[in-house]
């Protein structure tokens, strides 16, 4: 090791546990191996760059979707709380048929 590089070595000795879905986890997991890192690597990077910045080491914004989009997130909101029955279909083509009718109407 170089005289004029000083490697901090930390003991690692805290624990968190989180809980997140699988599928969050793997693509972390991916993502992060290519770079050659874990996903605790990952954790702790993240970590001490909230310490070093004093916050967020990035900016939080609330997502801004397209008219439509919101309109479709309502609806499957909407949907999923009973308010609304969902659409069924007896076919594809019936499905279709109004896909392309409602595309006629935009």
Do not use: C
């Not at 590089?5 to 546990?17: G, P, S």
């Not at 991916?30 to 004093?54: C, K, P, Q, R, Y």
């Not at 801004?64 to 919101?70: C, P, Q, R, V």
């Not at 909407?78 to 279909?89: F, Q, V």
């Amino acid at each position: 090791m170089s005289e004029n590089k000083e490697v901090r070595q930390l003991k690692k000795t805290a624990n968190i546990n989180i809980w997140i879905d699988p599928e969050t986890k793997n693509s972390a997991e991916e993502l992060f191996a290519g770079f050659g890192i874990t996903l605790a690597d990952a954790v702790n990077i993240f970590l001490h760059m909230s310490v070093i910045e004093g916050g967020m080491p990035f900016e939080i914004k609330q997502p801004h979707f397209s008219a439509e989009t919101e309109s479709a997130i309502r609806e499957s909101r909407e949907i999923l709380s009973g308010n609304t029955p969902a659409r069924h279909y007896s076919s594809a083509g019936e499905l279709f048929r109004e896909l392309d009718a409602e595309e006629k109407v935009t």
